[in-house]
């Protein structure tokens, strides 16, 4: 009779267990998922005041913009459990890991939200973004022009890239790695929400990712209205110091089929329909592109020499890309790095991050001494 009363508890018990583990990884995280969610609402309560339809529009759209989260993930599961298992030669070691790390309540308290906040993030950007000419019509691109011109010695960047790179294959070879942005975005970006925070970077990143598309994004991009080099003829009228780029792009098009030049067709297409949807929207500065990058070179810094050299070039490669390509002035980049920087500082003093990673070192230094 005592043995079956205990089983009876045991149910009881385990579920006493769960909701204390539950309670300790909501208390544990409390102040930094707060800070983050925080600044996910207010980007949203920003949408439903000042975009129409805003409910109607999340509704129809937020899953598509989580849907690349979630895919990444399952990437990036994937890809740990194929090495994992080479190296080891046990696939249940591989799956130990995942059952003992990645699906426990003080992960899987921070990834959810993070993600669901992250998701509704950049579908608001989205909106925003395709409703930029409303809210401030573009005006910026005459002055970005000027100004990229005057700070690069009287020589648009486009030239200097047009003169390294030329106009044939290695166009189209920048044309594809553009393209690849979004795969070296969301995998790193899901592998910080998914995956236990070995390295001090989680909540810092994660609240950067929401300032970056946030403040940058939505905030900037409206303010300095601007559409970029490869619309520059169709807003502003030609010819313009960026006809001939436009010219060299759409010769490459005809003999090696550019990505950007189809991208650039749909965006124009849904700006002259006025239809938002999750890919519409048309902005150059900042440049969102090469903010990220610069926010994956921030956080690789702290994970792996070699992962930062990496994220290093890749980041260079766009950034060279966003100029022969015509989305984007030099100047945009400039102006994205240095606000990424900040924001980036901001999000560490605000999540403690880095404070953390200072007494860490701190730590590691005595007891080497």
């Known amino acids: 009779m005592v043995e079956t009363g205990a089983l009876g508890f045991r149910p009881i018990r385990n579920a006493t267990n769960l909701l204390g583990q539950l309670f300790a ?5 409390a102040r930094v998922q707060g800070v983050l969610l925080v600044a996910s609402a207010l980007v949203v309560a920003a949408r439903l005041v000042l975009l129409p339809d805003a409910v109607a529009m999340i509704s129809a759209t937020w899953l598509q913009s989580l849907r690349p989260f979630i895919a990444s993930w399952a990437i990036a599961i994937s890809f740990y459990l194929l090495l994992k298992t080479v190296r080891t030669g046990s696939l249940s070691v591989s799956f130990g890991f995942i059952w003992s790390d990645v699906l426990t ?15 509704m993030v950049m579908n608001s950007f989205s909106h925003f973004k395709s409703n930029i000419p409303e809210l401030n019509p573009y005006y910026l691109d005459i002055v970005l022009a000027y100004v990229d011109r005057s700070i690069h010695f009287g020589i648009d960047p ?3 890239s047009g003169y390294v ?11 594809k790695i553009y393209y690849l942005w979004f795969f070296a975005i969301y995998i790193p970006t899901a592998i910080v929400i998914g995956m236990p925070d070995r390295f001090g970077i989680r909540h810092q990143f994660l609240l950067s ?3 970056v598309w946030g403040i940058l994004g939505i905030v900037g991009a409206t303010a300095m209205s601007s559409v970029g080099p490869i619309y520059y003829d169709r807003v502003y009228g030609g010819p313009s110091p960026f006809t001939d780029l436009v010219l060299n792009l759409e010769h490459v098009d005809s003999a090696w089929s550019l990505t950007t030049m189809q991208v650039r067709e749909v965006l124009w297409g ?11 929207g048309i902005s150059a500065m900042p440049s969102i592109h090469n903010a990220m990058c610069v926010l994956l070179f921030l956080a690789a810094r702290h994970v792996n020499r070699w992962l930062a050299v990496a994220a290093a070039v890749f980041g260079l490669t766009i950034f060279v890309g966003s100029i ?4 984007h002035y030099a100047i945009d980049a400039y102006v994205s790095a240095i606000g990424v920087i900040l924001l980036w500082k901001l999000a560490g003093y605000l999540t403690g991050d880095a404070a953390m990673r200072c007494v860490k070192r701190a730590a590691t230094v005595d007891a080497l001494a």
């Not at 790179?165 to 044309?175: E, H, P, R, S």
């Not at 849904?270 to 519409?280: C, G, M, P």
């Open 105 to 119: 309540w003080r992960n899987v308290i921070v990834a959810v939200p993070a993600a669901l906040s992250l998701g």
């Open 270 to 280: 849904a700006y002259v329909n006025d239809a938002a949807t999750v890919i519409s």
């Open 324 to 327: 022969h390509l015509g989305w």
């Open 165 to 175: 790179f030329k106009y044939g294959v290695a166009t189209f070879i920048l044309d």
């Open 25 to 29: 990884a909501l208390k544990l995280n």
């Open 209 to 211: 990712y929401v300032f």
């Open 158 to 160: 486009w030239q200097v």
